[in-house]
T-cell receptor, first 112, second 117 residues
Framework: DQQVKQNSPSLSVQEGRISILNCDYTNSMFDYFLWYKKYPAEGPTFLISISSIKDKNEDGRFTVFLNKSAKHLSLHIVPSQPGDSAVYFCAAIIQGAQKLVFGQGTRLTINP | EPEVTQTPSHQVTQMGQEVILRCVPISNHLYFYWYRQILGQKVEFLVSFYNNEISEKSEIFDDQFSVERPDGSNFTLKIRSTKLEDSAMYFC???????????????FGEGSWLTVV
């Protein structure tokens, strides 16, 4: 089941620069997307979400972009900080459904 | 900030034994979920629960699994006869609204790490 894919298992970015995490999906029924951050031995923490009726949502240093025609979304973090080092999961859901479908995650490392 | 709490944080059990994982969802939430993550794999949906019944379950959630809300605060996942492949981190989650509602947030607990030997 590869409905949500994060093709980069890891990403390394210098502190202060922009981090861009990518996510692709195949199910055109998905209409709500979320990003979660996860530290080792902790549960996923909600970061930001976007509905399919929008193409951008911003919250502080975090911006999510959605390209519906390409079935692609991305999370931008700017400026990146050492505390942003974690695994980032993209998740998608059909509105009205119960089940979040997660990507494999991307491990982001912010280097000082 | 309110949080979902889970116990135990880590449990080791022998194959064939029954395990109960416990969760206290956020108090004003109505929708409850269990997810799991096998080491090195994706976070996978197991089951959702609303109004004292299962509202959706995945193919993973077979007859060995059950969920219960025994009182007003706890939400439990029972695995009747554990198998080696049940070893995973199990996450409880809760939300105020239906998972797929725009603008709704699903909050996850810190997880219970189950090791079946």
């Amino acid at each position: 089941d590869q409905q949500v894919k994060q093709n980069s298992p890891s990403l390394s970015v210098q502190e202060g620069r922009i981090s861009i995490l990518n996510c692709d999906y195949t199910n055109s029924m998905f209409d709500y997307f979320l990003w979660y951050k996860k530290y080792p031995a902790e549960g996923p923490t909600f970061l930001i979400s976007i509905s399919s009726i929008k193409d951008k949502n911003e919250d502080g240093r975090f911006t999510v972009f959605l390209n519906k025609s390409a079935k692609h979304l991305s999370l931008h973090i700017v400026p990146s900080q050492p505390g942003d080092s974690a695994v980032y999961f993209c998740a998608a859901i059909i509105q009205g459904a119960q089940k979040l479908v997660f990507g494999q995650g991307t491990r982001l490392t912010i280097n000082p | 900030e309110p949080e979902v709490t889970q116990t135990p944080s880590h449990q080791v059990t022998q194959m064939g034994q029954e395990v109960i994982l416990r969760c206290v969802p956020i108090s004003n939430h109505l929708y409850f979920y269990w997810y799991r993550q096998i080491l090195g794999q994706k976070v996978e949906f197991l089951v959702s629960f609303y109004n004292n019944e299962i509202s959706e379950k995945s193919e993973i959630f077979d007859d060995q699994f059950s969920v219960e809300r025994p009182d007003g605060s706890n939400f439990t996942l029972k695995i009747r006869s554990t198998k080696l492949e049940d070893s995973a981190m199990y996450f409880c989650a809760s939300s105020k609204l239906n998972a797929g509602t725009g603008g709704n947030t699903i909050y996850f607990g810190e997880g219970s790490w189950l090791t079946v030997v």
